[in-house]
């Protein structure tokens, strides 16, 4: 599976954006999609992850702001991102992996990452 994330961007404090990950191979609908973060100076940080059950987990910080979704027929996977501050300023990787509910926050449980999309929040 090779993964290729894209819409990152400067962006307003408060302001959206919607990453994507598209994915190849046609196994992709077998594979949990998780995406992380990781700010200049800090560890990769979980933000959130979609199983290939359909369910959901999200990082505390960003829970009620930022939306997963996946479109399997498109070998997509989504992440809005909405009420954005500065503290939301990262790369942001997108990742594949046969995870479960137990192993979805730790980036050890993904096998394939993308390459990473900036995003800059700006106050």
């Known amino acids: 599976v090779q993964l290729q994330a894209s819409g990152g961007g400067l962006v307003q404090a408060g302001g959206s954006l919607r990453l994507s990950c598209a994915a190849s191979g046609r196994t992709f609908g077998t594979y949990g999609a998780g995406w992380f973060r990781q700010a200049p100076g800090k560890e990769r940080e979980f933000v959130g992850a979609?199983?290939?059950?359909?369910?959901?987990t999200y990082a505390e910080s960003v829970k009620g702001r930022f939306t997963i979704s996946r479109d399997n027929a498109k070998n997509t996977v989504y992440l809005q991102m909405n009420r954005l501050n500065s503290e939301d300023t990262a790369v942001y990787f997108c990742?594949?992996?046969?995870?479960?509910?137990?192993?979805?926050?730790?980036?050890?449980?993904?096998?394939?990452w993308g390459q990473g999309t900036q995003v800059t929040v700006s106050s």
């Open positions: 990742a594949a992996g046969r995870v479960i509910l137990s192993s979805v926050r730790a980036p050890k449980s993904y096998d394939y």
């Open positions: 979609i199983r290939s059950s359909g369910g959901i």
